[in-house]
């Protein structure tokens, strides 16, 4: 099967009706063990060093792995990736755009999935078929999250683990079932974590490899993983046009927040960790969630892969034990 790659979660259910394996190409940049190294293929080549280090990681990624059609969202999340999909032409590489609708107007967004389809060859139906494959996985990642947040039996790295996985299933949506279900059926034997501070990540992926490891070496847990949840497509929406209206992360931040406010209630979060990655437009964001969201907020910025610096890692210990002195 030809691999398709994109820059971020798309209608997944178009690539696999039209016999395509994914691939997500964040995951891998960040899982291939060379992460560093392709910032630095892509910087030899002349890439700026303040670009962030995703869209130079995924350059390098589509580099090395020989991939040859990568789909591109242009708007909806870095904008930078306009110029990237122009860099990869000059590698023969086939780039296809696609554009979530800033105001998720239902009928722009039917269109552009529509044109998607088309240029994969596959109709509503084929794509709906996939989309009920798909399903029953989703409710199990589902599934793994209320065990995080509900029954304390799931870390929050292995939360963001299967969460990330699902935007592309790891190339293969039965073998992704499969450890799944493997998963589940070992975490429902687990004893429950005893209590600690309970803590909410919003924000794009952390580039950052050791994060939630410290975190929890310091008696805190992450319950909530705002977008990495939102790459499983959460709400178990049948429809498919709706499902990526629902899908809050491509659209603008009141949205998101609005999700974001619902889940701290739920999860009763003590407090929030907001990733943001340099030299990312997102980071201006960080502005309105300090103004909208009532939980003390510990803003933390990475940049290139790697372990937290000492700095960092000073100020979670503060905020952990601030935190600990509200609960």
């Not at 259910?13 to 190409?25: I, M, N, W, Y």
């Not at 963001?160 to 992704?176: E, I, L």
């Not at 960092?312 to 905020?319: H, L, N, T």
């Amino acid at each position: 099967m030809k691999k398709t790659g994109f820059t971020t979660t798309i209608p997944l259910e178009v690539l696999l009706a039209a016999g395509r394996t994914p691939v997500d190409l964040n995951n891998l940049f960040i899982t291939g063990g060379r992460s560093l190294e392709l910032i630095e293929t892509a910087e030899d080549r002349g890439f700026p060093r303040n670009i962030c280090g995703w869209i130079k990681g995924i350059y390098g990624a589509v580099l090395e792995s020989g991939i040859d059609e990568v789909v591109a969202v242009t708007e909806g999340d870095c904008s930078n990736t306009r110029a990237l999909m122009e860099v990869l032409s000059l590698h023969d590489v086939a780039t296809v755009p696609f554009a979530y609708p800033h105001d998720r107007n239902p009928e722009a967004l039917q269109a552009e999935i529509e044109r998607f389809m088309a240029r994969f060859g596959v109709g509503r139906e084929e794509v709906d078929r996939a989309g009920e494959r798909l399903e029953p996985i989703r409710s199990k990642i589902r599934e793994v999250d209320r065990l995080t947040w509900q029954d304390n039996l799931v870390s929050g790295q292995e939360n963001h683990y299967f969460q990330v996985a699902s935007s592309d299933m790891n190339g293969s949506p039965d073998d992704f079932e499969a450890e799944l279900d493997s998963f589940l059926q070992e975490a429902r034997l687990r004893a429950p974590s005893g209590e600690s501070v309970r803590l909410a990540y919003i924000g794009v992926p952390p580039i950052i490899d050791d994060l939630y490891t410290f975190l929890e070496s310091q008696g805190a847990r992450v319950v909530f993983n705002e977008t990495q949840r939102q790459f499983s497509m959460p709400y178990g929406i049948r429809d498919l046009v709706e499902r990526y209206r629902a899908y809050t992360y491509p659209y603008d931040i009141f949205f998101r927040l609005a999700d974001i406010e619902l889940e701290l209630a739920r999860r009763k979060v003590d407090g929030v960790i907001h990733y943001v990655q340099s030299f990312c437009f997102r980071q201006i964001e960080d502005m309105i969630v300090r103004r909208t969201l009532s939980r003390p907020i510990l803003t933390l910025e990475g940049d290139k892969p790697g372990h937290l610096d000492a700095r960092s890692r000073i100020r979670i210990e503060s905020f952990l034990e601030l935190l600990g002195e509200r609960t």
